[in-house]
C-alpha cells in the first residue's frame, strides 16, 4: 500500500494517505490527519471528483507538491479554503521536516529546567518536548505570518510615503523651472 503525505496549511495537517494496490476490490482508503499541536485522527479517504475544489489525488513524483486543497472534506467538515502539501511518501514527508528543523534551529534534545547537580540521577538535558512535527507546523506558520505581515507593512509604508509626498508638495511653493 503507498501513503501519500498531506498537510493543509493553516487548517490542519494530514499526515497520510494510503491507496491499495490489489486488481480486487480494495479496502477505503484512509487519511490520518494532524491538527497544529493536536491528535491524530483517521477517516476515510477521499474519492476523486468528491470535492468540486479538489483534483484527483495522486502520488506526487518529486518530494512534495502544493496543491489547492479548496473545499476539502475532513472527517465531515468542508474546508473552503485551503492548500495543502502532498508528499511523495513517509521519506519524503520525513525529509523536509528534517530539513525544516535543521534549519530552523531544532533540538533533539534541550536543557533540563528541574536539573540539579547535586542531585544523584538528575539529568542536564531531556528530550525536546516538541515533537519534529509541530516544530515544522509552527515553522510553516511562521513563514506565512511573517510574509503576510511584511506584505502589509510594505503597502503600509508606500501609502504613508505617497500621502507625505502629497501633503508636502501641498505646502511648498511650486518648484521654478
Known amino acids: 500500500m503507498k501513503k501519500l503525505f498531506l498537510s493543509i496549511i493553516t487548517l490542519a495537517l494530514?499526515?497520510?494517505?494510503?491507496?491499495?494496490?490489489?486488481?480486487?476490490?480494495?479496502?477505503?482508503?484512509?487519511?490520518s490527519w494532524l491538527v497544529f499541536g493536536g491528535d491524530v485522527k483517521t477517516f476515510p479517504a477521499l474519492k476523486a471528483g468528491a470535492n468540486a475544489g479538489v483534483e484527483p489525488v495522486q502520488v506526487p513524483t518529486r518530494?512534495?507538491?502544493?496543491?489547492?486543497?479548496?473545499?476539502?472534506?475532513?472527517?465531515?467538515?468542508?474546508?473552503?479554503?485551503?492548500?495543502?502539501?502532498?508528499?511523495?511518501?513517509?521519506?519524503?514527508?520525513?525529509?523536509?521536516?528534517?530539513?525544516?528543523?535543521?534549519?530552523?534551529?531544532?533540538?533533539?534534545?534541550?536543557?533540563?529546567?528541574?536539573?540539579?547537580?547535586?542531585?544523584?540521577?538528575?539529568?542536564?538535558?531531556?528530550?525536546?518536548?516538541?515533537?519534529?512535527?509541530?516544530?515544522?507546523n509552527k515553522r510553516i506558520e511562521a513563514f506565512i505570518r511573517d510574509n503576510y505581515k511584511a506584505y502589509k507593512i510594505s503597502v503600509a509604508e508606500k501609502a504613508a510615503k505617497t500621502t507625505a509626498e502629497a501633503a508636502a508638495d501641498a505646502a511648498l511653493p511650486p518648484q521654478r523651472n
Not at 525544516?100 to 531531556?126: F, K, R
Open 63 to 136: 518530494l512534495f507538491d502544493v496543491r489547492n486543497g479548496n473545499d476539502l472534506t475532513i472527517n465531515g467538515t468542508t474546508y473552503t479554503h485551503a492548500t495543502y502539501i502532498a508528499f511523495k511518501n513517509n521519506a519524503s514527508k520525513e525529509a523536509i521536516i528534517d530539513a525544516i528543523c535543521a534549519m530552523g534551529g531544532y533540538q533533539e534534545t534541550v536543557p533540563n529546567p528541574a536539573y540539579d547537580p547535586n542531585v544523584g540521577g538528575s539529568q542536564p538535558t531531556i528530550v525536546n518536548p516538541l515533537p519534529k512535527q509541530q516544530f515544522f
Open 14 to 31: 494530514l499526515s497520510s494517505i494510503g491507496f491499495a494496490q490489489e486488481a480486487k476490490p480494495a479496502p477505503t482508503p484512509e487519511f
